[in-house]
């Protein structure tokens, strides 16, 4: 969905929100988990490409705690993904939202024997099932799974989620009255200002700054007390944190205003997305800063072509002007979803006098609105119309081939913020005869070292694939199948368990099949420890068949089949 147009679902996504859609008053949804909430993460955290839709709840560093359906109603979807969500479940509710819980390690009887017999019928662990309406009802308080870790989860902990079930948007669940206790304030950590273009000027540069603040009293002032001058048109920034109580994990902000001279021009709220707009949060964030020092200043004024929902109210969409000689005051407030305020001030001071230094710019200068191709010997980058937040200037470099990599490297200025997927054709003038569709796209790191895959396409010397994301890339070859080994039984949460250790080096595992005498039999992956496990359960049926065959695949096609005789 990423790769979809921001621009294009601007009149969509406004349409659907600018109503008020949330009504919390009307629900009395229950605790999704019996232990008190603590949370380590919040809704519209900012993430890598995405806003976080949920919360996730602490789950006391283990797994198996109860996870219960918060309202009445009836499964409407059930997913079983090696990353993303893992095993989640989603229940529709009579009151017009869809609760969703996620990086399950089982569902309960009901759901797991409804589950079971699907993944049977389409001979596959990971599915992907809409049960018909009613199918399969829940009571509010009822037992729907036990908390896990699996998909892209880091630790143990229940990604708790509430959607408006119509559009499908995620809502904050903060505003639905839960038991979570917060009374503390955001923190205020930094302020980005911008100069918006060639004649405008901070303190005699055309280029950002960046100011620490400290906190006297209940505000926030300067880290370094000083009058910052501005020359005509200038955007700025904040970089803000929200903690809970009971808990020392970081979480994002509800709601950033930005007023100069007392009057607002400025205000971004998170109550409620689409994710059709996540990719947006590139252009939200100030994205070259947040990549050369990860640090995540949100901006308080639109760049063209970011369409987030999420903005308000604005005058010049936050962009503002100074263009006469006087002083003025500009004040950030900063609210979590608790209403706990914080709030910090600075003055600055417009000055038509000054003269601006400008650093050399990058060679290739990007249109947002046009189609762009970035072309070095060996390599074009298609950036589609659109493809950008606004125009901007970029560079494009390459050097030569080291360790295993069967082309240049190639640099695309990783500061550069895509909003959608750019296409990437390397020419291959000497394809490894055998090797045709084993090629792919390599993700390499800022110190060179191997970061993932991409696979893409060989057609007559040119191999094509996208990436959402610019960096160092070059072409490997993959020719090794998965590694399968056999490992002493084990427990897993479906019982005694036959276990295996599979691996893949360089592209992941797409998939796998575990048979007994031809016979496809239910086996569960778990890609973070790379053990596949086959429950002592699924085998009772098969009247002590003897012979077991284990195949898997890579993403490139590469296999691996290994046999074994089972005694039990």
């Not at 009058?227 to 970089?239: D, P």
Request: with cysteine; aromatic share 10%; hydrophobic share 35%.
């Amino acid at each position: 969905m990423m790769h979809k147009s921001c621009l294009f679902l601007l009149l969509v996504t406004q349409s659907f929100l600018s109503d008020a859609q949330i009504h919390p008053d009307s629900t009395n949804f229950r605790a999704p988990v019996d232990i008190p909430m603590y949370l380590a993460g919040n809704f519209g955290e900012i993430r890598a490409n995405h806003f976080h839709a949920g919360l996730d709840i602490k789950t006391q560093g283990i797994e198996g705690h109860s996870v219960r359906a918060v309202e009445e109603g009836f499964v409407s979807r059930i997913k079983i993904a090696l990353g993303g969500y893992g095993k989640v479940v989603y229940i529709d509710h009579p009151n017009g939202y869809t609760s969703v819980y996620a990086h399950l390690q089982s569902f309960d009887d009901k759901i797991n024997s409804y589950l079971r017999k699907k993944q049977y019928e389409q001979e596959e662990f990971l599915v992907e099932l809409f049960p018909e309406n009613g199918e399969i009802q829940v009571k509010k308080g009822e037992l729907i799974a036990l908390s896990g870790n699996t998909g892209g989860s880091g630790g143990p902990h229940l990604h708790f989620e509430l959607r408006e079930t119509e559009s499908e948007f995620p809502v904050n669940p903060l505003l639905f009255g839960f038991n979570i206790r917060d009374s503390i304030a955001p923190r205020l950590l930094r302020i980005g200002v911008y100069p918006l273009n060639e004649v405008s000027g901070v303190n005699s540069k055309s280029s950002p700054l960046y100011l620490s603040l400290r906190r006297v009293g209940t505000k926030y002032v300067l880290e370094d007390a000083q009058v910052v001058k501005l020359k005509g048109k200038i955007g700025f920034g904040i970089e803000a944190r929200d903690y809970l109580n009971g808990s020392s994990n970081r979480n994002g902000i509800y709601s950033i205003e930005l007023e100069k001279d007392g009057k607002s021009v400025f205000q971004h709220e998170m109550r409620s997305f689409s994710f059709d707009e996540s990719i947006c949060i590139n252009s939200h964030v100030d994205y070259p800063y947040w990549q050369q020092s990860g640090k995540r200043v949100q901006r308080c004024y639109r760049q063209q072509g970011n369409t987030l929902s999420t903005y308000k109210h604005s005058i010049n969409d936050g962009q503002l002007f100074f263009l006469d000689s006087l002083p003025h005051q500009i004040r950030f407030r900063v609210k979590d979803s608790y209403g706990n305020e914080s709030e910090a001030t600075i003055e600055v001071q417009s000055d038509q006098e000054m003269l601006i230094s400008s650093p050399s710019p990058k060679a290739i200068a990007l249109t947002w609105q046009s189609v762009n191709e970035l072309e070095i010997e060996g390599f074009c980058m298609k950036i589609d119309s659109l493809g950008l937040f606004e125009d901007a200037r970029t560079s494009l470099d390459s050097r030569p081939a080291i360790g295993r990599a069967q082309s240049p490297i190639y640099s695309i200025d990783a500061g550069l913020a895509l909003a959608k997927y750019a296409h990437v054709f390397i020419d291959v003038p000497n394809v490894k005869a055998g090797y045709e569709d084993k090629y792919f796209l390599a993700r390499l790191s800022s110190n060179m070292s191997f970061k993932g895959g991409i696979t893409g396409e060989l057609i007559d010397g040119t191999f094509s694939a996208d990436i959402k994301k610019t960096g160092n890339y070059t072409l490997m070859i993959d020719s090794v199948g998965p590694s399968i080994q056999k490992l002493s039984d084990g427990n897993s949460p479906q019982g005694k368990s036959i276990r295996f250790l599979m691996k893949d080096k360089l592209n992941g595992l797409e998939g796998w099949r575990v048979e007994v005498h031809g016979k496809w039999v239910l086996s569960e992956y778990d890609r973070k420890s790379s053990l596949l496990s086959l429950a002592y359960i699924e085998l009772n049926a098969l009247n002590r068949e003897r012979k077991l065959r284990v195949w898997a695949a890579d993403e490139v096609g590469n296999e691996t089949e290994v046999s074994f005789s089972l005694n039990y």
